[in-house]
């Protein structure tokens, strides 16, 4: 049995379409945004569920979020957030089906867009929480995530990884909290900063380069 066969097929996915997502979430180029990437997500969103508006929403974002993922280019989200309306075309109501793209399109800055109404911006904060819940995974577990993004960005030289990483890490760094979510502040956020503070020692070379940068 494959990675991630044992998940449940949306109802609103088609069968084609979705053994097409698990195809693309299983492409070897992908060391993190891949099934296990979903799974981890999937998992968190069960803990969350009874929390959202409309979980059926965030289970679709979920699926499609890196659909289209390709490290070189700068518009995975808006490519994956058209696949989401292509196939689910029809499937859900039109309302519904731009709520599930403004799901994705949001994590390509994980900040909030304005005018989102009280519901809609609950459930976004849960979905970018479960998103980036890696950040504040235990230590071992941070770094092999640190290392397989490294390996999805190999084309990018040493000096410019660090610099791009550097920048991203800061931004998550600044906010007054990194979690949106309550849940996920009280669960990871100490641990979170405490990840993204050894990483960013390990950018700027304050502390000998782990194996995993």
């Known amino acids: 049995m494959s990675v991630g066969d044992h998940l449940s097929r949306p109802p609103a996915i088609?069968?084609?379409a979705f053994a097409e997502l698990l195809t693309a979430y299983r492409d070897p180029r992908r060391h993190y945004h891949d099934i296990g990437h979903i799974?981890?997500?999937?998992?968190?969103f069960?803990?969350?569920?009874?929390l959202l508006h409309d979980a059926g929403a965030i289970e679709l974002a979920i699926w499609f979020h890196d659909a289209v993922y390709d490290a070189a280019a700068p518009d995975n989200e808006e490519r994956s957030a058209d696949l989401a309306r292509q196939v689910l075309d029809r499937r859900l109501e039109p309302a519904r089906?731009?709520?599930v793209a403004a799901l994705i399109l949001a994590t390509k800055k994980h900040e909030f867009t304005d005018g989102t109404g009280a519901e809609e911006r609950s459930d976004l904060?849960?979905?970018?929480?479960?998103?980036?819940q890696i950040l504040g995974a235990e230590a071992e577990r941070f770094d092999a995530?640190?290392?397989a993004v490294r390996r999805e960005y190999a084309h990018v030289p040493e000096t410019a990884w660090r610099i791009g990483r550097t920048a991203v890490l800061q931004r998550f760094m600044v906010r007054p909290r990194l979690y949106f979510s309550n849940l996920f502040a009280?669960?990871?956020e100490e641990r979170a900063r405490a990840n993204?503070?050894?990483s960013l020692a390990n950018l700027s070379g304050d502390q000998p380069p782990q194996a995993s940068v």
């Open 14 to 16: 088609p069968e084609p």
């Open 39 to 44: 799974e981890a997500m999937l998992a968190g």
């Open 46 to 50: 069960q803990d969350c569920r009874p």
């Open 97 to 99: 089906l731009e709520r």
């Open 125 to 132: 904060a849960y979905f970018l929480d479960l998103d980036l």
């Open 145 to 147: 995530y640190e290392a």
């Open 186 to 188: 009280e669960k990871l």
């Open 196 to 198: 993204l503070a050894r």
